[in-house]
Structure formats: C-alpha cells, structure tokens
C-alpha cells in the first residue's frame, strides 16, 4: 500500500506562472514532510520541508503547505522557470521509531514552457 | 565540498549473476541509507547505518540482498544471484547524523542496475 502518494504523474506550466505539485498521505504517524527535485542521471535534491507543527513555510519562490485534517501537502513554486523542470518527489518521515526512513511517492514531473 | 557519489554508474549483468555497488559519503556523514527506485516507483528504502550501531535492515527485500559499511565510510550493496526484478536505480544517501528525519539527506547520482 502506497503511504504517501502523488497522482499526478505530470504538470505543464508556463514560465513565469505558479506551478502546484500536489501529494497526499495515509500514516498519520508522519510528522515531517519534504519536497526533493530530480534531474535525469542526477540524486534528488533536497527542496524545502515542513513540520507537522506548521502549514505553510516558504523558501525564496517555493512555499509548502501542509493540512493534516486532510493528509494533504502541496509545492507552490511562484513563478515557475524553465530550470525548475523536474521530477518532484514528495516524502515523509516519522512513522514510529524509525523516523530517518523516508517514504516517498511516485513523483511528479513538471515541465516549465519558455 | 564533495557530494556522495557511487560506482558504477551503470551495471548490466546476466541474471543469476552477483553485483556490488559502492558508495562513497559526504564526508563527516555519520549516516548513510541506501535506497532503490524501480521503474514508475517512489524511492524505496532499502538499509540504513549510523556510526558503530548496528544498521536497520528492514527494507532489504530479500535474503540476496545485503551491504556493509567499512570504516564508517565507504559502503557496498550487493546483491547475490540476481533477478531481472532487481533492475532499478539504487541511490545512496548520507546525512550529518541521523536519527531523525529532519536531518537532510544528500543522494548520489544513482547506479542504474539492469539484469538481462
């Protein structure tokens, strides 16, 4: 069973514009929450994150957002880049003991047009 | 500084046959996880080490499966007697110190595996 999904395989946005990657969890064990990018032939790297203590926190041109009533979290990005095309993952952390595992969803791939 | 970084990139093996993977942290990394991303799938994880503790091998999917770290340092997956199930990218992670989720994780560019 998958715990934290992302049911948009792919977004199209055009520079300049917000971009919103969206994801949705079941544990509600996990208290920590985090946004990796991904180049082709490249290791995800660390975007932003969020405690489960917060709903928003916000980075330069990256805001996530949390609503725990709703296992939801999303990635705004204002404005989106032709250089912020790529695969989105969204993962926890928290799940009982072993909180340095993270799980991740699918991940989403944004494609930003010039 | 130096990121993490693995070798090979890129492995192609018969099935049946054994491959090893290395890892190299960051350096000062105290943790290192190992993951694995099959085709259209989220990252898996797979093993985690912290200093001398003895890893959480949890997400090993089978007996075929196992790493070592040496030293603290360098680690090595490998994978005995290989399944075409098997292909995928395994990615490593280090981090500062580990223990908890909010320490980040730095990932290296990947091996991608394919068993024929």
């Known amino acids: 069973d998958q715990q934290v999904k992302q049911n948009s395989p792919s977004l199209s946005v055009q520079e300049g514009r917000i971009s919103i990657l969206n994801c949705d969890y079941t544990?509600?064990?996990?208290?920590?929450f985090l946004w990796y990018k991904k180049y082709p032939a490249e290791g995800p790297t660390f975007l932003i994150s969020?405690?489960?203590?917060?709903d928003k926190n916000e980075d330069g041109r990256f805001t996530v957002f949390l609503n725990k009533s709703a296992k939801h979290l999303s990635l705004h990005i204002v404005p989106s880049q032709p250089g912020d095309s790529a695969v989105y993952f969204c993962?926890?952390?928290?799940?009982?003991?072993?909180?340095?595992?993270?799980?991740f969803g699918k991940g989403t791939l944004l494609t930003v047009n010039p | 500084g130096a990121g993490v970084s693995q070798s090979p990139s890129n492995k192609v093996t018969e099935k049946g046959k054994d491959v090893e993977l290395r890892c190299d942290p960051i350096?000062?990394?105290?943790?290192l996880y190992w993951y694995r991303q099959s085709l259209g799938q989220g990252l898996e994880f797979l093993i985690y080490?912290?200093?001398?503790?003895?890893?959480?091998k949890s997400g090993l999917p089978s007996d075929r499966f196992s790493a070592e770290r040496t030293g603290g340092s360098v680690s090595t997956l490998t994978i005995q007697r290989t399944q075409q199930e098997d292909s995928a990218v395994y990615l490593c992670?280090?981090?500062?110190?580990?223990?908890?989720?909010?320490?980040?994780?730095?990932f290296g560019p990947g091996t991608r595996l394919t068993v024929l």
């Open positions: 992670a280090s981090s500062f110190f580990g223990g908890v989720g909010t320490d980040t994780q730095y």
């Open positions: 544990n509600s064990m996990f208290d920590y």
């Open positions: 969020i405690s489960s203590i917060k």
């Open positions: 993962a926890a952390s928290g799940s009982g003991g072993s909180n340095y595992k993270l799980t």
């Open positions: 350096s000062g990394h105290t943790a």
């Open positions: 080490f912290q200093g001398n503790s003895a890893p959480d």
